[in-house]
Nanobody, 125 residues
């Protein structure tokens, strides 16, 4: 049973930074493509960033490009999301997601089958 546990969320001012972490357990982490999604109140859950199994390939939503960086440490079974220059519109619950055995870094919910419980990020103006 795969378990994903996010941490690192919180309240930050506009222009600030946060680093989210997602601790993975239960299966072989290096066999999973990983992603970050977010969901704001009243909105659909949307893709933010994804990273392939080796960490060599990443994919970002347009809203994240140039500000967010996804990375992974396969020795530590952890995926990260470094978020810089945060804006009020980044306020959302951020979810970690994973998919076993695929090379493609999907940018939609259907591309992932394991999910964390989420961590709240609030950016004040």
């Amino acid at each position: 049973q795969v378990q994903l546990v996010e941490s690192g969320g919180g309240l930050v001012q506009t222009g600030g930074s946060l680093r989210l972490s997602c601790a993975f357990s239960g299966r072989t982490f290096s066999s999973y493509t990983m992603g970050w999604f977010r969901q704001a109140p009243g909105k659909e859950r949307e893709f933010v960033a994804g990273i392939n199994r080796s960490g060599r390939y990443t994919n970002y939503a347009d809203s994240a490009k140039g500000r967010f960086t996804i990375s992974r440490d396969n020795a530590e079974n952890t995926v990260y999301l470094q978020m810089n220059n945060l804006k009020p519109e980044d306020t959302a619950v951020y979810y970690c997601a994973g998919r076993w055995g695929v090379q493609i870094v999907a940018d939609n919910r259907g591309g992932y089958d394991s999910w964390g419980q989420g961590t709240q990020v609030t950016v004040s103006s």
